[in-house]
């Protein structure tokens, strides 16, 4: 007779895992041994297949046990998984976690607190406050007195919070959510967003039953103030601009404090995202690229890009906490007005999700282990790495370089190549599992390969066989 698996948890919970995390870390091994690249070799339907086979019949009549279980699934999916950690995987803004963080990840899930309501966790949601209050304080300054609320259209001072989110959509659809609820004004919110805005915020108005955003021109990749300016002259209601502080396509940053600026004049309500852009804060060298942020009434951010988190580390910071009554909410058996009386932290209104996960630990273990040198090292060595490679390609014959990178993403083409001839080479090398590179379309319409660089491990060498990948799948 089979006995009772053990838990993760409790007094016995480290003894059951040694094991198996022996398991899992030689499963690791073995499985990136097998691929030996950036990707699996093949395209979809090769490593579908070899996965259906590796992976055999996933629920049989009789379990085969942990240790088998294991070995056998963690080594095909790393066998079949696309690497952030292989310096020629730099497609995405998709980052190779830090281990420190890893190994936080895994105490997180082994104590599984779930973050809706404080006796589920007592710790971790005394962790958020300590993590967000942190972060807030690195766009806001100190935390504001809880019985000092600021009042709308008061000027930036010492104030702030922030909530945990799933990644930058999360975080963008709540900015949106919070712009509608606190309007004074009647008639539908106006979301105003340069062209070169994430999708996201596209999504959220459509998700919020808002009308279609208002599209601002972006020439050369970033929000045209002027534009934004004649945009909203005479414009009725309530306005919310949506700027960018790293965009998805080429890593650019809107013109922050001129874009605060404009809002000021006409009374709109300012969202920045800096999904990508937020880790300069820790860069003593780049921070001042995000000069104009601390004017926004909300900001997102997203460590699971220049944070080096494993999925997901989103946050969404906030200037006025009274903006965060809007997600007040109650359920008897989470939040009942005589415990909340009583004390017990209401943890329901820091997010629209019930049950989530304690991200913040990891985020936690890391900001104490490597401290804002550490991450500002690390982010100064990824952009760097992409000043390293645009030389590269800007000495280049065959090459074209679209301009010089401002934080760790480098556009660049085959010169002479059409657009059809570049999606066939990045589809070749992905096919071949020999690199994994980007795409973006840049205003004028011209494809781009995209190369993002979020390894700080990569060395000039391997940019160095990046671009002679792509020379050698060119049609000449």
């Known amino acids: ?68 279980a294991l070995r056998t699934l963690v080594t095909a999916l790393t066998e079949g998984a696309a690497d952030p950690a292989d310096p020629l995987c730099a497609a995405h803004l998709h980052c190779p976690p830090l281990a420190v963080a890893t190994a936080a990840d895994l105490a997180a899930s082994a104590l599984n607190p779930s973050m809706d309501s404080w006796d589920q966790a007592p710790a971790a949601s005394a962790l958020e406050d300590l993590v967000t209050a942190t972060l807030t304080r690195e766009i806001y300054g100190a935390p504001h007195t809880p019985n000092e609320p600021s009042a709308p259209g008061d000027a930036p001072g010492p104030s702030g919070d922030a909530l945990v989110t799933t990644g930058g959509t999360e975080a963008n659809q709540l900015a949106v959510l919070l712009a509608r609820e ?50 909203l002259t005479d414009l009725p209601g309530t306005k919310l601009v949506t700027a960018t502080a790293g965009t998805t396509d080429a890593g650019l940053i809107d013109p922050l404090p001129e874009i605060a600026d404009v809002c000021e004049r006409h009374g709109a309500r300012l969202h920045i995202d800096a999904a990508y852009g937020a880790g300069l804060l820790f860069s003593a060298r780049h921070r001042h690229r995000l000069d104009g942020l601390h004017r926004a009434h909300t900001v997102t951010l997203d460590l699971h890009k220049l944070g080096w988190q494993p999925v997901a580390a989103g946050l969404l910071a906030v200037r006025h906490p009274t903006d965060l009554r809007a997600l007040t909410h109650q359920a008897d058996y989470l ?28 985020i936690a273990v890391t900001l104490k282990a490597l401290g804002r040198t550490g991450l500002g090292a690390l982010t100064d060595q990824v952009v760097a790495l992409a000043h390293h490679l645009a030389a590269l390609v800007d000495a280049h014959p065959a090459l074209e370089l679209y301009d010089t990178p401002t934080l760790s993403t480098v556009l660049f083409r085959p010169r002479d190549a059409d657009d059809h001839t570049i999606a066939e080479t990045r589809r070749a090398l992905l096919t071949e599992g020999r690199a994994v590179l980007g795409r973006a379309r840049t205003d004028d319409g011209t494809l781009w390969l995209k190369a993002t660089l979020l390894n700080p491990h990569t060395e000039p060498g391997d940019l160095a066989a990046l671009l002679k990948l792509v020379e050698g799948h060119t049609p000449r």
């Open 335 to 362: 939040n009942a007005d005589d415990d909340t009386e009583a004390g017990l932290p209401d943890l329901l209104g820091r997010s629209l999700r019930t049950s989530r996960r304690p991200d913040i630990l990891k």
């Open 1 to 68: 007779m089979s006995s009772t698996p053990p838990l993760a948890g409790g007094i016995h919970g480290p003894d059951a895992l040694r094991p198996l995390l022996d398991t899992v870390l030689d499963a690791l091994h073995d499985g990136a041994g097998r691929r030996a690249g950036p990707l699996p070799a093949g395209g979809p339907h090769s490593v579908a297949t070899q996965l259906r086979v590796r992976a055999g019949t996933l629920l049989p009549e009789h379990g085969t046990g942990a240790e088998d």
């Open 182 to 231: 606190t309007t004074a004004h009647p008639g539908p919110l106006h979301l105003l967003v340069g062209t070169n805005a994430h999708h996201s915020l596209a999504r959220a108005a459509w998700l919020l039953g808002l009308p279609e955003p208002l599209a601002v021109p972006a020439p050369g990749g970033t929000l045209d103030p002027a534009a934004l300016d004649e945009a």
